[in-house]
């Protein structure tokens, strides 16, 4: 009697780790296709699933072999169809802290290239001219950076509002900090394909989220037409900041506890 409870117990504790992991799982898959155009492929799919299941309860024998066989070659295209949602969840994993880098900037450093970017992020928008910044973290931009114009300079606000003046060749892409290092300006960036998107957002907004849901970026978008500031990140964006509020986002999303100090995590390419 008690070697059987004793291995109710142990199957009972097996069971309830196994269904939390499902459920954590089924969960982070959940949020990572929300608003996204897998959304609706995944809706598609379900109800595929569910025909199937039903015709072939109901004798429907030509339509369940149709049916089967759309599923099987589903099965087959998934990883392609859903290309950049994989890619996204695999990176999210390998951002975990067992594969995070020993490379990082001192406070005193991270505060001044903040102060820098802010002075900039003011003029711009004062003088409402469109900006679109982007802070690599732990995911590298090496393939973007390669897309722009390398600079590789030190950030200051003069360097950054001369990038974005309108008579620039540079001012329609974006500039690419790593570190305290402006690396290039110009680049290209994948567009989000968000469907539910508000039409009143433009190129620079839907190129912000879209870095931000391939990588944990962080993009930062000064409005030509509003001088609105908007911050993306992890493929949210959050908009009609000031630049108290902008600075203390920023220096949230770019510092981290480690050995009592604050650090900026960047990946030194």
């Known amino acids: 009697m008690a070697n059987f409870l004793q291995t109710l117990t142990a199957l009972s504790w097996r069971s309830v780790l196994d269904i939390a992991l499902v459920t954590f799982v089924f969960y982070k898959a959940i949020v990572l296709i929300r608003g996204t155009r897998a959304e609706q492929l995944v809706k598609g799919l379900v109800i595929m699933l569910i025909a199937a299941v ?5 004798g429907l024998s030509t339509f369940h072999w149709i049916l089967r066989q759309t599923l099987t070659l589903g099965l087959v295209a998934i990883p392609i169809v859903f290309q950049p949602e994989l890619r996204r969840a695999l990176e999210t994993l390998g951002r975990g802290k067992i594969f995070a880098r020993s490379d990082f900037l001192a406070e005193k450093e991270v ?17 409402r001219l469109g900006a679109l910044v982007v802070l690599e973290r732990e995911t590298g931009l090496n393939e973007i950076i390669e897309t722009g114009i390398v600079i590789d300079g030190q950030v200051s606000a003069e360097l950054l509002i001369n990038v974005f003046l309108p008579r620039s060749p540079l001012h329609d892409g974006a500039a690419i ?7 290039a300006a110009g680049c290209y960036l994948p567009l989000t394909e968000n469907p539910n998107l508000s039409k009143e957002l433009g190129t620079r907004h839907r190129a912000a989220l879209g870095v931000s849901e391939h990588s944990d970026a962080v993009a930062l978008v000064v409005s030509e037409e509003t001088g609105v500031i908007s911050l993306s990140v992890n493929g949210k964006l959050t908009r009609y900041l000031d630049e108290k509020t902008l600075k203390q986002m920023l220096r949230g999303f770019c510092k981290s506890s480690g050995g009592g100090r604050n650090f900026w995590q960047w990946r030194s390419g």
């Open 111 to 127: 505060e001044h290239m903040l102060d820098e970017l802010v002075k900039a992020i003011e003029v711009l928008v004062k003088k």
């Open 177 to 183: 900090i790593r570190g305290s290092r402006l690396m």
């Open 54 to 58: 039903l015709s072939g309860q109901l």
